[in-house]
Each structure stands twice: as C-alpha cells, then as structure tokens.
C-alpha cells in the first residue's frame, strides 16, 4: 500500500487547471483514501443566474436555495457535485468519505453542500486530514501505516460533514446544524451579499439544484475544529 503522505502529497500538487473529468457517479466503487486524485468539471452557475445546467435557480424569492419549480427529475447531488472546478479539492474529499458519497447518492436524503472554494483550502493553516493533537500526541508520523489512515480519514469525515446540512430547502434565517456539528447556522442577505452567519462566510454561487439537494459555492472554510 502506498503511502498516506504521498498521495496526500499529490492531492496537494493538483491545480485547478486540470482537463479530466471524473464525475460522481451513482453506484460507482468507494476506492481507499489512497488510490484517488480528484479532477472534476468546470461549469459554474451565480445565484443570481437561472440559466445553466440542471434545473434552473429561481431567479427571485427570499433564498439563493430555495428548490426551482416542479420536480427535479432523476438528477442527484452526486451527479452535479464534479461540476465546477473552483471546488474540485472538496468534490475530492466528499468523495473519500464513504457516508457522505453514499448520502449525496441517495433520493430520500435531502443535503445542503457548502463547498469551499479550492483556493479557502489551500489557505488552511494545515491540512483538512491533519489534528495538531494528532501530532502533539504520536509527533510526524502521526498518519503513516493503517493507523494513520484512519486518524486522516476521521479528520477528513469531520471536515467534510461541517459542509453539509441535513435540509433542503434552506431559506433565509433558518437556523440549521450541520452533519455532526452543534452549532447552528443560517444564511441572510447583508448589504446585497448573501452571507452564511455567524461567521460571516460569503455564498459566491450555485453550482446547481438536483431533486435530493443543492450544492452553493462558499467564500471560505467553515470552523471545523
């Protein structure tokens, strides 16, 4: 088995201008953490902006989130998350967590996906799989050998869960807890931006609505400690 931090190592080398693209396909294998790299689409829609893929985003009413008009079809939030490559890195890590593919994948679960632009990742002042108790605790190799793994998969599994809401729709000043997380959120406009308080994180677009959820475009990371 390779090691954790080589292909850690190339998650981190992958830039935004990558050609492939590796959607979420319903049904598909959960490969190991190891085994994958994360290239997805490019397309993009605003908020503001009904046109574009999928269903169309309702161009008024009180929320960027609200579901368009009639039924969503067959679409899934695993069949539009790879679309957008200004969040492949996030696509990539929803994408090793086993519950979260799972749940994105399936109709009767209704998710909100707040994904962190790549650049808000790279920012981070470590990694989204790395603890410092981790490395206080067991020092530099804290994520080598099988035991690592794991330590790096929870960590990622916690990250990836404080970006996804249980509801769909969202509107305005509902107050909602992520997935595993015990601070409530919500979202209201803020002189004309629509903002995710109470830290204030910008929504800067909408990728798309599919018939189980929505997947909006965040300026930044959410606390995840």
Same mark, same amino acid.
């Given at each position: ?19 492939? #693209? #590796?959607?979420? *396909? ?12 994360? =290239? ?7 908020? &503001? ?5 999928? +269903?169309?985003? =309702? ?8 579901? =368009? +008009?009639?039924? @969503? ?8 998350? @790879? !679309? ?18 799972? !749940? ?7 998710? &909100? ?14 990694? +989204? ?11 530099? %190799? ?5 035991? @690592? /793994? $794991?330590?790096? /998969?929870? %960590? ?6 404080? *970006? &996804?809401?249980? #509801?769909?729709?969202?509107? !305005? ?17 803020? *002189? ?9 994180? $910008? ?8 018939? %189980? @959820? ?5 300026? %930044? #990371? !959410?606390?995840?400690?």
């Amino acid at each position: 088995m390779r090691s954790l931090f080589v292909t850690l190592a190339a998650l981190s080398a992958a830039t935004v201008s990558s050609q492939l #693209v #590796v959607p979420l *396909h319903r049904g598909s294998a959960i490969r190991p953490l190891q085994q994958r790299l994360f =290239p997805f689409g490019r397309e993009q829609v605003s908020i &503001m902006d009904p046109a574009g893929p999928g +269903p169309a985003i =309702p161009p008024t009413g009180s929320s960027p989130v609200e579901p =368009p +008009p009639g039924p @969503g079809g067959d679409v899934l939030l695993s069949d539009i998350m @790879g !679309r957008d490559k200004s969040v492949n890195l996030f696509a990539g890590f929803l994408r090793d967590i086993e519950s979260a593919a799972r !749940r994105i994948d399936d109709p009767s679960q209704k998710t &909100m996906i707040l994904a962190p632009l790549n650049s808000a990742i790279e920012k981070l002042p470590r990694k +989204p799989w790395e603890d410092p108790k981790d490395y206080g605790a067991l020092g530099p %190799n804290a994520y080598e050998g099988d035991d @690592g /793994q $794991e330590r790096a /998969q929870r %960590n990622l599994r916690r990250f990836v869960e404080a *970006h &996804m809401l249980p #509801v769909f729709p969202w509107v !305005r000043g509902e107050k909602v807890r992520a997935i595993g997380d015990d601070q409530e959120i919500w979202w209201e406009t803020k *002189h004309g931006v629509k903002v995710i308080q109470p830290a204030g994180i $910008e929504i800067v677009s909408c990728i798309s609505t599919a018939a %189980n @959820g929505q997947v909006l475009i965040i300026k %930044n #990371v !959410r606390n995840y400690a």
